[in-house]
């Protein structure tokens, strides 16, 4: 027999492989455990191994699946008065021979199933709330305690019980809370080595979930402010008010303004907030903004608003038509509405050039006093044409090359300037485009190139840094 260095319960095994035809077919070895004076018969086979026991019984666990793509395998003993709880068997190569071969063992200092009770004791002791649901104990069911709360789960252990092949079934409650954990929650159960362990990191995990929603636990209001909040209410009359939300923090308020547009606030409040103060602030905010309201609604009347389709009043931008696949984007100050705006002409050289000029020699007729539209028409000297006069089919919106007319929030504002093309381009599609070409040059900021469609020469200026 081979001798057992130190204190430790090692287990050291006598070898013999046996060949067949060049592979091995298995091999036998004698399995020494020192502190019980016991010797195990080790049968290796090459997809399974057995394990055959002369002397006393202490059930050790036989044909355990040896995977193939290793060379180890766990064993488990299951002896009430042996002391090896886990080992690891090496595969043997065929040329090994007769020699000595110590075993890896997990070096266990107490029985196996008196850890195993311990384990138990502590997951009660620590987590009463969650009982095994059958004999196996692989299916455990009941609730996790944190900050004061109780949320339900489940756990479906797999029959060897490791944690990594495991299923957490929660509450919608506590799914809704672990929600943006469910990574974290996932890697936990993948490296915890015991139910014990698992739940422990959970239960961190949920304490810090909880301490980051505590808009979960807003104390109600007191009857003091629900009953100021009703008068301020009953003052600014409760034909303003919109909604309200079950904590009676966050109230909708309506308004119209001179005009009789319909406009709404969302309002937050706090402790020390008034409601007819904010209200008043509201009504004041509308009554400035008014002008440039008024200004927007004459533009969204009087042109063909190609983008946005259906904008808000919070927009300050549109694109507005102004012949066949010409048009102007203008940008409007709402604390200024009738000063000139900021704007840009989209189409091909030759129809956007005069109307450059246009604005260039009549800059100094804008006149404030006038409306944005009206002053429009005088520098440029055209009218703008409505939507009943053009029709769809006269502007062609879409990128030339993705076919889509928004990208990024981006319209295509590229234009080929060959008259029988004058296709548009989103500016990142036309450069990915021009930067694939090996036709293509650039000198600076402007790529040279031709155009996907007609193949004449076109030319992109990008503006700041690379899309």
């Keep these: 027999m081979g001798q057992v260095q130190g204190k430790d319960r090692?287990?050291?095994?006598?070898?013999?492989?046996?060949?067949?035809?060049?592979?091995?077919?298995?091999?036998?070895?004698?399995?020494?455990?020192?502190?019980?004076?016991?010797?195990?018969?080790?049968?290796?086979?090459?997809?399974?191994?057995?394990?055959?026991?002369?002397?006393?019984?202490?059930?050790?666990?036989?044909?355990?699946?040896?995977?193939?793509?290793?060379?180890?395998?766990?064993?488990?003993?299951?002896?009430?008065?042996?002391?090896?709880?886990?080992?690891?068997?090496?595969?043997?190569?065929?040329?090994?021979?007769?020699?000595?071969?110590?075993?890896?063992?997990?070096?266990?200092?107490?029985?196996?199933?008196?850890?195993?009770?311990?384990?138990?004791?502590?997951?009660?002791?620590?987590?009463p709330l969650l009982l095994p649901q059958n004999r196996e104990k692989t299916v455990y069911e009941g609730f996790i305690s944190a900050q004061g709360?109780?949320?339900?789960?489940?756990?479906?252990?797999?029959k060897d019980q490791q944690l990594k092949k495991a299923r957490l079934l929660c509450s919608w409650q506590l799914k809704n809370i672990l929600n943006e954990y469910h990574q974290v929650v996932q890697q936990r159960m993948k490296h915890s080595p015991d139910l014990m362990s698992f739940m422990m990191e959970l239960k961190i995990i949920l304490e810090a979930a909880l301490k980051n929603?505590?808009?979960?636990?807003?104390?109600?209001?007191?009857?003091?402010?629900?009953?100021?909040?009703?008068?301020?209410?009953?003052?600014?009359?409760?034909?303003?008010?919109?909604?309200?939300?079950?904590?009676?923090?966050?109230?909708?308020?309506?308004?119209?303004?001179?005009s009789g547009r319909k406009h709404l606030i969302t309002v937050k409040l706090k402790a020390k907030s008034s409601l007819v103060n904010v209200y008043s602030q509201f009504s004041a905010a509308l009554e400035t903004l008014k002008a440039f309201w008024d200004v927007m609604d004459e533009i969204d009347e009087k042109t063909w608003v190609l983008e946005p389709e259906k904008p808000p009043r919070s927009a300050t931008a549109r694109r507005?038509?102004?012949?066949?696949?010409?048009?102007?984007?203008i940008e409007v100050d709402p604390r200024h509405p009738t000063m000139l705006p900021e704007f840009?002409?989209?189409?091909?050289?030759?129809?956007?050039?005069?109307?450059?000029?246009?604005?260039?020699?009549?800059?100094?007729?804008?006149?404030?006093?006038?409306?944005?539209?009206q002053n429009l028409k005088d520098v440029l000297e055209i009218d703008f044409p409505a939507r009943t006069v053009l029709e769809k089919s006269?502007?062609?919106?879409?990128?030339?090359?993705?076919?889509?007319?928004?990208?990024?929030?981006?319209?295509?504002?590229?234009?080929?300037?060959?008259?029988q093309c004058g296709q548009l381009f989103h500016q990142m599609c036309l450069y990915e485009w021009?930067?694939?070409?090996?036709?293509?040059?650039?000198?600076?900021?402007?790529?040279?190139?031709?155009?996907?469609?007609?193949s004449k020469p076109i030319t992109l200026k990008m503006s700041g840094r690379k899309p």
């Design 434 to 454: 021009l930067r694939g070409l090996s036709s293509s040059r650039q000198s600076f900021n402007v790529f040279f190139g031709e155009c996907p469609y007609c």
């Design 213 to 258: 929603k505590q808009e979960l636990y807003v104390q109600p209001p007191s009857c003091s402010f629900c009953k100021d909040l009703l008068t301020e209410i009953g003052a600014i009359g409760w034909d303003k008010l919109a909604c309200v939300d079950t904590s009676f923090t966050t109230i909708k308020l309506k308004a119209d303004d001179a």
């Design 149 to 158: 709360r109780d949320f339900h789960l489940r756990i479906v252990l797999p």
């Design 10 to 127: 090692m287990l050291w095994a006598y070898c013999k492989s046996y060949v067949r035809g060049g592979k091995s077919a298995f091999g036998v070895a004698a399995i020494f455990n020192k502190t019980k004076k016991r010797i195990l018969l080790v049968l290796f086979l090459t997809v399974k191994v057995r394990i055959i026991l002369t002397g006393q019984t202490c059930g050790l666990e036989s044909d355990l699946p040896l995977p193939a793509s290793k060379g180890t395998s766990w064993l488990r003993c299951t002896g009430q008065d042996c002391g090896t709880r886990h080992f690891w068997v090496s595969r043997l190569p065929a040329n090994l021979g007769f020699r000595t071969v110590p075993l890896q063992t997990a070096h266990v200092r107490r029985p196996f199933l008196r850890a195993m009770a311990d384990t138990e004791a502590n997951l009660l002791r620590h987590f």
């Design 344 to 373: 840009c002409f989209l189409g091909a050289d030759h129809v956007t050039k005069p109307l450059g000029m246009r604005l260039s020699g009549n800059i100094h007729l804008w006149d404030p006093e006038n409306s944005l539209l």
């Design 320 to 329: 507005i038509a102004l012949g066949h696949d010409v048009s102007i984007n």
């Design 394 to 419: 006269d502007f062609s919106m879409d990128c030339g090359i993705c076919y889509a007319r928004h990208l990024n929030g981006a319209i295509p504002d590229q234009v080929c300037n060959n008259p």
